[in-house]
């Protein structure tokens, strides 16, 4: 994953949206959620608190963190061939 932004997002003067996070961190993986958290944490930086958008991101960015730290699920009582995957969270 690249950490370049979309000239678009990079752009001081565009506002960035709630859809605009969404649409970043949605389906971010395990492998890369810390490296969308920064990205978000980027777009974000220069909200002014009360912006929804700022709002959105920082949940968003707790959410990353914790898909990042715990890793992924795999395997069901159904694929018994599958074991899940270790945490990298020692506390977990």
Known sequence: MSDAESPILADS???????EIRALT?????????????????????????????DFGE??????????????TRGTPNEPTLSPLASVDPEA
């Open 59 to 72: 949940q968003e960015m707790d959410r990353l963190l914790d898909v990042g730290r715990r890793g992924e």
């Open 13 to 19: 003067q565009h506002a960035v949206t709630v859809d």
């Open 26 to 54: 949605g389906a971010a993986t395990p492998h890369f959620a810390l490296q969308v958290r920064e990205r978000v944490k980027r777009l974000i930086a220069d909200l002014p608190a009360d912006n929804a958008a700022r």
